[in-house]
């Protein structure tokens, strides 16, 4: 069973920077474009960014030119540089298969929190 493990968030200050990276237990990237994910208090989870496999990318107009999404196929494993980061961009952040017909169960997340 594939499991997806999220990490690298944490407590930053507006204008700061963090990167995340998402490391998958089986090998679901070669085939599959790879989404980050966020979810905020009492909203619905949204698609912050999203790479193909060829490496073809794909932002929300909410963190382009802010955002960078990455990914490591050797290393089961995609990334998110996240820069100028807003009190907005707080959640929490998760990955998985763009694809939701081919999506896996959802990992735990990483929290990011923004403060102004």
Not at 6 to 18: C, D, I, P, R
Not at 65 to 73: A, C
Not at 86 to 94: A, R, S
Request: glycine share 12%.
């Amino acid at each position: 069973q594939v499991q997806l493990v999220e990490s690298g968030g944490g407590l930053v200050q507006a204008g700061g920077s963090l990167r995340l990276a998402c490391v998958a237990s089986g090998n679901i990237f070669r085939v599959n474009a790879m989404g980050w994910y966020r979810q905020a208090p009492g909203k619905q989870r949204e698609l912050v960014a999203v790479i193909s496999s060829g490496g073809g990318t794909h932002y929300a107009d909410s963190v382009q030119g802010r955002f960078t999404i990455s990914r490591d196929n050797a290393k089961n494993t995609v990334y998110l540089q996240m820069n100028s980061l807003k009190p907005e961009d707080t959640g929490v952040y998760f990955c998985n298969v763009d694809n939701p017909l081919r999506r896996v169960a959802w990992g735990q997340g990483t929290q990011v929190t923004v403060s102004s």
